[in-house]
């Protein structure tokens, strides 16, 4: 494999990430070195020298001179920024200023651009495992008022007559490519935006990988989501090393301790305490970038014509009157 220094970057960054989330990798492993990943994509190992710095830049590896690279100790929530990040918010100010918004007025003008109005996202979904995780970031990375209908539960020839409560007060439906078609026919007849969003990617290369070589374990909470996980990898070579327990149902005492294992959001939920979750980290994010971008952008556009309606109708008026309260239920994004 050939490929400037971003694709091997992203690639290098996508194994540590899941090696941690799968619990093949924790803080002072070492990695595989640079003539090793040089000699496997068949790239230059300044190349690969220059990805793995970067990582180091990223928080997530340590090159130490003379030994190796290591996966790098977590930071705490306190702790400052890495240099990536100060470099990114210098840009961001830079950019700013560019735009004739003074470096003590961008965190001002941010917020009046996403936190104006608190707007409602109703996730449409088959199974519990991507309505909790999917609920869960909305609310607690983008600040909706987050709650989740379960498509077996919707029966739009009876809309608009038995139209769930959630639906008739969202501002935006979201779900996923496999829900997109009725989703969006759904969204036309209630005349509501649509987010198709795309989720856990990365992961799911990884494991493909993985697959080849070893058994892989993912723990489910709802036996739907079990078997749309194993219609992501059935054509994939080595699904039969694959193995899906739910939570519950199954004997999760089967999973080796050096085995890779996966666990969604809301089976770590239901584990509290479990051992699994001393050698597994959680996804950090549920969402691809592309999605977060469209989650974003959306997000964006609705406070911007709130604002414009504000200024139009109550100028002067203060920002919170067009906010909404939380519902209860919603604050903590549960469904």
Same mark, same amino acid.
């Given at each position: /494999?050939?490929?400037?220094?971003?694709?091997?970057? $992203?690639?290098?960054?996508?194994?540590?990430?899941?090696?941690?989330?799968?619990?093949?990798?924790?803080?002072?492993?070492? @990695?595989?070195?640079?003539?090793?990943?040089?000699?496997?994509?068949?790239?230059?190992?300044?190349?690969?020298?220059? #990805?793995?710095?970067?990582?180091?830049?990223?928080? @997530?590896?340590?090159?130490?001179?003379?030994?190796?690279?290591?996966?790098?100790?977590?930071?705490?929530? $306190?702790?400052?920024? %890495?240099?990536?990040?100060?470099?990114?918010?210098?840009?961001?100010?830079? $950019?700013?200023?560019?735009?004739?918004?003074? =470096?003590?007025?961008?965190?001002?003008?941010?917020?009046?651009?996403?936190?104006?109005?608190?707007?409602?996202? +109703?996730?449409?979904?088959?199974?519990?495992?991507?309505?909790?995780?999917?609920?869960?970031?909305?609310?607690?990375?983008?600040?909706?008022?987050?709650?989740?209908?379960?498509?077996?539960?919707?029966?739009?020839?009876? @809309?608009?007559?038995?139209?769930?409560?959630?639906?008739? =007060? #969202?501002?935006?439906?979201?779900?996923?490519?496999?829900?997109?078609?009725?989703?969006? !026919?759904?969204?036309?007849?209630?005349?509501?935006?649509?987010? +198709?969003?795309? /989720?856990? %990617?990365? @992961?799911?290369?990884?494991?493909?990988?993985?697959?080849?070589?070893?058994?892989?374990?993912?723990?489910?909470?709802?036996?739907? /989501?079990?078997?749309?996980?194993?219609?992501?990898?059935?054509?994939?070579?080595?699904?039969?090393?694959?193995? +899906?327990?739910?939570?519950?149902? $199954?004997?999760?005492?089967?999973?080796?301790?050096?085995?890779?294992?996966?666990?969604?959001?809301?089976?770590? *939920?239901?584990? #509290?305490?479990?051992?699994?979750?001393?050698?597994?980290?959680?996804?950090?994010?549920?969402?691809?970038?592309?999605?977060?971008?469209?989650? %974003?952008?959306?997000?964006?556009?609705?406070?911007?014509?709130?604002? /414009?309606?504000?200024? +139009?109708?109550?100028? !002067?008026?203060?920002?919170?009157?067009?906010?909404?309260?939380?519902?209860?239920?919603?604050?903590?994004? *549960?469904?």
């Amino acid at each position: /494999m050939t490929g400037p220094r971003k694709q091997i970057t $992203d690639l290098l960054r996508q194994r540590v990430l899941s090696g941690l989330h799968l619990g093949l990798l924790h803080a002072g492993d070492r @990695l595989p070195s640079v003539r090793e990943i040089a000699s496997e994509l068949d790239a230059s190992p300044r190349v690969v020298l220059a #990805a793995y710095r970067v990582l180091a830049r990223e928080g @997530l590896t340590e090159l130490r001179p003379r030994s190796g690279i290591y996966v790098a100790p977590p930071q705490s929530a $306190d702790s400052l920024l %890495t240099p990536r990040q100060s470099d990114w918010l210098a840009e961001l100010v830079v $950019d700013g200023l560019g735009r004739g918004i003074p =470096a003590l007025s961008l965190p001002d003008h941010i917020r009046r651009c996403i936190a104006t109005v608190r707007l409602r996202a +109703v996730i449409l979904e088959c199974n519990r495992d991507q309505l909790w995780s999917m609920t869960n970031e909305l609310a607690s990375d983008y600040g909706f008022d987050a709650t989740w209908v379960d498509l077996e539960t919707v029966r739009p020839d009876t @809309l608009p007559a038995n139209l769930p409560p959630e639906l008739a =007060a #969202a501002d935006v439906l979201v779900t996923t490519a496999y829900h997109a078609t009725e989703v969006r !026919g759904l969204g036309d007849r209630l005349q509501r935006p649509v987010i +198709v969003a795309t /989720m856990c %990617t990365d @992961l799911f290369a990884e494991t493909r990988r993985l697959l080849e070589h070893q058994r892989v374990y993912y723990v489910v909470d709802d036996p739907r /989501m079990a078997a749309k996980l194993h219609t992501v990898f059935s054509a994939a070579p080595g699904y039969a090393n694959l193995t +899906v327990l739910v939570n519950g149902r $199954d004997d999760l005492a089967v999973i080796p301790r050096s085995a890779p294992v996966y666990l969604t959001r809301l089976a770590r *939920r239901r584990l #509290a305490g479990h051992r699994l979750l001393a050698r597994t980290l959680a996804e950090a994010r549920v969402f691809t970038k592309e999605s977060a971008r469209e989650i %974003t952008a959306y997000l964006i556009r609705a406070n911007l014509a709130a604002l /414009m309606v504000e200024a +139009v109708q109550k100028p !002067g008026a203060d920002e919170g009157a067009i906010s909404r309260e939380p519902h209860p239920e919603l604050a903590t994004g *549960r469904g």
